[in-house]
């Protein structure tokens, strides 16, 4: 077996970081902070883009309760191709079945396709015997609530 002491000469010797050490992880969590803070104000500013959309379209459902029923309807259809135009940056020119689909797809529900939301496909331009309105826009609210995912 070897003597202790010859152990103990062969072990290195303690060594400090250097002293520019401490600099670079100051550096590199300088840099973490940094993009930390940039991701966050570009989620804050994406989700601020939407809101206004969500505020519009409330306010434009807002002012249609005052409207008469077929009026009502159409001002709550015009609403909703302005926001769909508005989401997905163009005009919304989609009709019937395929506009309604959209519509689905956008709110992620049936409301349009199998629902009372079927008003605003090719039954928008019939004469109607009710008057959906009022539901309409109690769920029309409700979808607009959701908008800012």
């Known amino acids: 077996m070897a003597d202790p002491s010859d152990l103990l000469q062969q072990l290195r010797p303690l060594r400090a970081p250097p002293p520019d050490g401490a600099a670079d992880i100051l550096l590199m969590a300088l840099i973490g ?49 302005d926001l769909v135009g508005a989401l997905e940056g163009g005009v919304a020119h989609s009709q019937g079945e395929s506009w309604l689909t959209r519509l689905d797809a956008i709110f992620a529900t049936n409301l349009f396709s199998e629902g009372e939301g079927r008003a605003f496909g090719d039954a928008l331009y019939r004469p109607r015997v009710d008057d959906p309105s009022e539901r309409l826009d109690r769920a029309l609210q409700k979808l607009l609530s959701r908008l800012d995912r």
């Open 33 to 81: 902070c940094g993009a930390g803070a940039l991701l966050t104000l570009a989620i804050l500013f994406w989700r601020a883009r939407r809101r206004p959309l969500r505020r519009a379209a409330l306010s434009a459902l807002a002012s249609a309760r005052a409207l008469p029923a077929t009026e009502r309807l159409a001002a709550q259809a015009r609403m909703l191709r």
